[in-house]
């Protein structure tokens, strides 16, 4: 007797749960707006602000600005922050929840619980292994294999490299250097000669690079995650020559790429790496789904890899990117600016003044995004849990060896 | 025999006739951490033969300079018995405002004291929370920390703009018969602060507030006024660090200060001061920060697991702590005098 009482209890409550989740979106119709929260774990670099301000821009822009009530909830680099976050927004009954989770497991529980309350969960950059929801991200796309070939190519198969890493013990970082040595490992002409954690900032690069200089003066190229502008610096600091380098998405390393006096000192190389345009894309998708204009089931999808060898940089006159251009003079952004914050397809509604103060760009409507996505790869411990990666996990998929091991 | 005379006989016997005592122990540390310093060096070429070098000792100096300049600051709040929790705030507050003020808008160099006078500002609101509202230092400064950072994401929108003004590129990057000109800058900054902590009235007032409050206002010491100026000058110290921050890596970020505050509190400790307050040598904490940044770059250069380098890493340190506590030095001496006795 106590026992079906109880099960009527829950069967109520899910049918209320469920009711809610179904009819969220006639309400929307009906003058409510969307509750969608912007989960950030850490703010305080150039990517995440970016990353975080275009949301916020294209929260503001018609129609959404009459939609959309966005939070944005700040909750620190340890996860017990986010969980807690995540709770407090499934109480509040969100519709969505647009995230850069801190960490890929530590928060699947709580998401979970949050699918059952009928939130969808869209994840930017970072991913987890929880498969309720939706991770946006570039990390399929073989950033460090790519990467890692062009300046194998540049260096023709040999000569003394640094690998400047990301955070220690993070899996986005582990999954770069790996996809970076699958290819090193092949040329026994290359040796690595230092390998060093920068955490993804310029200052901590150009101090570590300075350090590994001390070490090995003598170094012939550097395969750097975010920062690698730091890296520039450190070779500039010793007065010498510079040396072929592959990098992310700095406005200061694209400039230096392009510039024929540090081509003659011996830059070479290519930009690469995460954007912050992710969580715009993401964003759009979310509302896509919410507004019943697109129906996608969870899946982990791909945001393309950018790729500008030094050859295919193009300095921008305007504030977008317009007519393939994809870097901004120095002087309208700092140089620790990551410039693939904007995209003249999937986010033709931003402008840079977007990207640095989260503003919407007057006159512009959002524009729907293309029709297809691209599911990207299983990726164990990153975007899924016991699964099987695909047998050509580390495929180069951006350029082609011009040297054979 | 009175018991007066034999109370000075007694006395008389007693007296220290050691030489050693003739340099105090601070001294002693502070000799033994930069020997400590020129071993590693000279040891590192073992790991790696590009080591070792004059170039590696500029380097170190260079990469040491920000951590002399701000455990100066944090040293004399530790001497009076604090501590100063909010120093990367400030360091990202200094780098802010300088590329915000300077580097990218309409001001010159001359506002450069302008910020500096916004970092001290920040120290004086923190030192009176401290002194007159009786907030744990720790806590005092903690709560800064909180709110200055918090300021400067809110005043950056995230992105801090501009570059770095002209004169902070001559000072980090400038370079004069061949020597960086940070290093210039460590050596006279090392004896300024050195003169300042152990050669004017204001030091001996600092020395003694750290020792017993109560004592040093019995002797007329101006406590009020000594207890807030260590952290103005720690707030201030911090604020250049920033902006020698931003000239060496010509911008700033709103994380450029995250690195910098344990290192600070391990350069003064390490150098012999006192956690405790009271006692301590500038000298010696210039050792500390040139020791600490050594390990890095001789640890840098081990081609290991990140995980063993930081264990290794922390090993070193907790030996060089080790090896500079007092009793060794009194046992030493003890061991010193048994021989000589022996024989």
Known sequence: ??????????????????????????????????????????????????????????????????MVELTEVISGTDPQGQISAYESMIEAGADGIVSFPISST?????????????????????????????NI????????????????????????????????????????TD???????????????????????????????????????DVDGIWAQAGEYGAIQALLDKGGKLVPMTGENSNGFRLALADPAMQEKGLRGVSAGSPPAQSGYAFKLM???????????????????????????????????????????????????????????LLPELSIQSALNGTPVEGATIQPLPEEVKIGANEPGINCQDCEPPADLYRLTKIEPTVQP | MTPQTEMLDKFAAERDTRKARRFDRHTVSAVVVFALCVLLILASRLVSPSLGSFQQVLTVMTLASFLVVLSFGQGLVILTGGLDLSLPALITLGGVLTTTWIGNGPGAWYLLPAVLAVCGGVGLATAIGIVWLKVPPFIMTMATSI???????????????????????????????????????????????????????????????????????????????????PYVVSAVCAGFVGMMLVGYANGATLRMGD?????????????????LGGSGNFAGTV?????????????????????????????????????????????????????????
Not at chain 1, 52 to 59: C, F, S
Not at chain 1, 315 to 329: I, L, R, S, Y
């Open chain 1, 137 to 176: 991200s570039y990390i399929t796309s073989g950033f460090g294999e790519n990467t890692a070939q062009a300046l194998v190519n540049e260096l023709g198969g040999k000569g003394k490299i640094f690998l400047s890493r990301g955070v220690p013990g993070n899996s986005v970082d582990k999954r770069h």
């Open chain 1, 106 to 134: 530590a928060l699947n529980r709580t998401i979970r619980r949050g699918c059952d309350a009928g939130v969808l969960f869209f994840m930017y950059d970072a991913t987890v292994t929880q498969p309720c929801v939706y």
């Open chain 1, 179 to 217: 996809g970076a040595l699958s290819v090193f490992q092949k040329y026994p002409g290359i040796e690595v000669a230092a390998e060093y954690y920068s955490y993804w900032d310029d200052r901590t690069t150009q101090q570590e690079t300075a350090k590994a200089l001390v070490a090995h003066p």
């Open chain 2, 147 to 229: 709110i200055v950072a918090s300021a400067a994401l809110g005043l950056t929108n995230g992105t801090p703009r501009g570059a770095s003004p002209e004169i902070l590129l001559l000072l980090m990057k400038g370079s004069y018969l061949g020597v960086p000109a940070p290093v210039y800058f460590l050596v006279v900054f090392a004896v300024a602060g050195w003169i300042v902590q152990s050669r004017t009235v204001l030091g001996r007032y600092l020395y003694a507030l750290g020792t017993n409050r109560e004592a040093a206002q019995i002797a007329g010491v101006p406590v009020t006024l000594v207890s807030i100026l």
């Open chain 2, 287 to 343: 050792g500390g920060a040139i020791l600490l940044t050594t390990v890095g770059t001789v640890i840098a250069a081990i081609g290991l697991e990140q995980g063993l380098r930081t264990i290794i890493e922390g090993a070193i340190i907790l030996v060089a702590l080790l090896l500079l506590r007092e009793e060794l030095f009194e046992r030493l001496r003890g061991l010193s005098a048994k021989v000589k006795s022996a024989g």
């Open chain 1, 287 to 345: 509302m896509e789904i919410l507004t019943k204009k697109r129906t996608l089931e969870p899946s982990n999808i791909e945001y393309p890899l950018p790729w500008v060898p030094a050859d295919s940089v193009k300095v921008c006159e305007g504030e977008t990117f317009e007519n393939g251009c994809n870097a901004f003079p120095d002087g309208v952004v700092p140089s620790s600016f990551v410039t693939e914050v904007l995209d003249p397809v």
């Open chain 2, 259 to 275: 690195n910098y505050l344990l290192p600070s509190i391990a350069a003064v400790v390490i150098g012999g001061s006192s956690i």
């Open chain 1, 1 to 66: 007797m106590k026992h079906s009482r109880l099960m009527l209890g829950a069967a109520l409550v899910a049918a209320t749960f469920g009711l809610g989740a179904a009819t969220t979106p006639v309400q929307a119709q009906d003058g409510k707006k969307f509750k969608i929260y912007l989960s950030l774990s850490y703010s305080g670099n150039a990517w995440q602000s970016e990353a975080a301000n275009i949301v916020k821009a294209l929260a503001a822009t018609p129609p959404y600005n009459e």
